[in-house]
């Protein structure tokens, strides 16, 4: 007896073959973003550090940081 052969076989094959595409190009996409997010928040803490340690004089001049950076 015949092997009964699905007409849309190629048609299913491709699917899932381009849905493993999808499913990588997701993958790389959100390790790429997790990467982008960490450096972001590493230089949101290096620039909280300099806000922070930054002196209230520039030159001759003294101000009060912390009152402008409150305004």
């Known amino acids: 007896m015949r092997r009964f052969q699905f007409r849309l076989e190629s048609v299913l094959?491709?699917?899932?073959?381009?849905?493993?595409?999808k499913e990588q190009e997701y993958v790389k996409?959100?390790?790429?973003?997790?990467?982008l997010e960490r450096k972001l928040s590493h230089?949101?803490?290096?620039?909280?550090?300099?806000?922070?340690?930054?002196?209230?004089?520039?030159?001759?001049h003294s101000f009060d940081i912390h009152a402008i950076t409150n305004c």
């Open 13 to 21: 094959h491709h699917r899932t073959l381009i849905e493993g595409q």
């Open 29 to 35: 996409t959100q390790s790429s973003l997790l990467v």
């Open 43 to 60: 230089l949101q803490q290096v620039h909280e550090e300099v806000l922070q340690g930054r002196g209230g004089a520039v030159g001759e």
